[in-house]
């Protein structure tokens, strides 16, 4: 059972090698094949790992990491079969774009499969555009990726999708002054 569904969520980061093997249900139960290989493997490497649980027992996670100091990534963002479309996903969402922001991050990416319209709309829903492989960069003002694509692990029938926390720290090549950023 995933939790009685009004049962309140409670966010927690998952530190250390046994904790984070407290994932791998949500993890087996949202991908199939080489995402729910990388996810696993990713288990282990990312920075940040947050569950979303409900009387205790995780119902969600998202595995997330930073691509540079200005630059938040969601590699990983899954729900419980039983728990999905009740806010989770959302609350896990929501939680990350409050700690990149906190930290200073000026744009956030996801990558997700073109046919999964749940995710699309759940990152859509907080924001999320798609990223055009040509747009000017984030560092410019734009929400384009280059250099950075590499490093996300992108595959053929995903979209990027990215968000933009802050305004650029540099406009058209001039600084901006100290307290505008």
Known sequence: MAGAPGAPLELSDLAGPAERERAIPAIRDGFVGVYRWHAKRQLREV????????????????????LLPE????????????????????????????????????????????????????FRGQGFREVARKETSWRDGGLGAWGLRSRMWLVPGEQLLGLRLRPPAVVAGAERPAGQR
């Open 47 to 66: 920075p940040w790992v947050r569950a979303a649980r409900r009387n205790g027992e995780i119902v969600g996670v998202a595995l997330l990491d930073r």
């Open 71 to 122: 630059v938040g990534y969601v590699y990983y963002l899954t729900v419980l079969g039983g728990s999905r479309r009740q806010g989770v996903g959302r609350c896990l969402l929501q939680d990350a774009l409050a700690r990149y922001r906190a930290d200073g991050a000026e744009v956030v990416y996801a990558a997700v499969q073109s046919d999964n319209a749940a995710s699309l709309a759940l």
